[in-house]
């Protein structure tokens, strides 16, 4: 099974940057898509980005598209989330999660098996 770690969240302003990392632990045959979700006090887990880990292509939310960008480091075993134009409505917990199912709606994401990293906090002040 896939192990995920999260890091590189932290505070900034308004218009600021952040890059998140998600350290794999490799992955498995079954494994399609990293997703990036997050989560804000009181709300629904939802998706941002989705990065094909085959074909390096990216799917985007319309809140975060032209503000966000995903790559990857093989070597590293490593996927990133680069942040850019950060709003406050950016504010929440950041999960990163090796799936199946290529997908940012989480019910059609949790249909087939999706692992899960701890989360990394990211605020952004106005």
């Known amino acids: 099974q896939v192990h995920l770690v999260e890091s590189g969240g932290g505070s900034v302003q308004a218009g600021g940057s952040l890059r998140l990392s998600c350290a794999h632990s490799g992955y498995s045959d079954s494994t399609n898509c990293i997703l990036w979700f997050r989560q804000a006090p009181g709300k629904e887990r939802e998706g941002v980005a989705g990065y094909f880990i085959v074909a390096g292509t990216t799917i985007y939310d319309a809140s975060v598209k032209g503000r966000f960008t995903t790559s990857q480091d093989n070597a590293k075993k490593t996927v990133y989330l680069q942040m850019n134009a950060l709003e406050p409505e950016d504010t929440a917990m950041y999960y990163c999660?090796?799936?199946?199912?290529?997908?940012?709606?989480?019910?059609?994401?949790?249909?087939?098996?999706?692992?899960w990293g701890q989360g990394t906090q990211v605020t952004v002040s106005s």
């Open positions: 999660a090796a799936s199946v199912i290529c997908s940012l709606n989480l019910t059609i994401a949790s249909m087939s098996h999706i692992t």
